[in-house]
């Protein structure tokens, strides 16, 4: 089973990246720093581009469903691999 960080603090998001044989790794943001929101909004738009997709997680870990585009006010997003044989 996945194990990710433990809740961050208020004011922080997570962008968790998975890779096809189960390993992650994440980059977190302040809410109110500028230059970690375009950091991690840029890995967004460059994964994305690639194929993966992004599911909003609660606190509870419970998948809220994707989004197409970045949301610095989650807590959690979890990009997942493309599948291999599926096309974009």
């Known amino acids: 089973m996945l194990q990710l960080a433990p809740s961050l603090c208020e004011g ?9 044989i189960g390993n992650f790794d994440e980059k977190v943001w302040r809410r109110r720093n500028p230059n970690e929101i375009a950091s991690a909004r840029s890995e967004f738009e460059r994964l994305t581009t690639q194929g993966f997709v992004a599911f909003v997680v609660d606190d509870a870990g419970v998948s809220r469903g994707t989004i197409q585009k970045f949301d610095p006010s989650v807590s959690k997003i979890i990009m997942s691999p493309p599948s291999v044989g599926v096309s974009k």
């Open 12 to 20: 922080q998001g997570t962008l968790c990246v998975l890779d096809n």
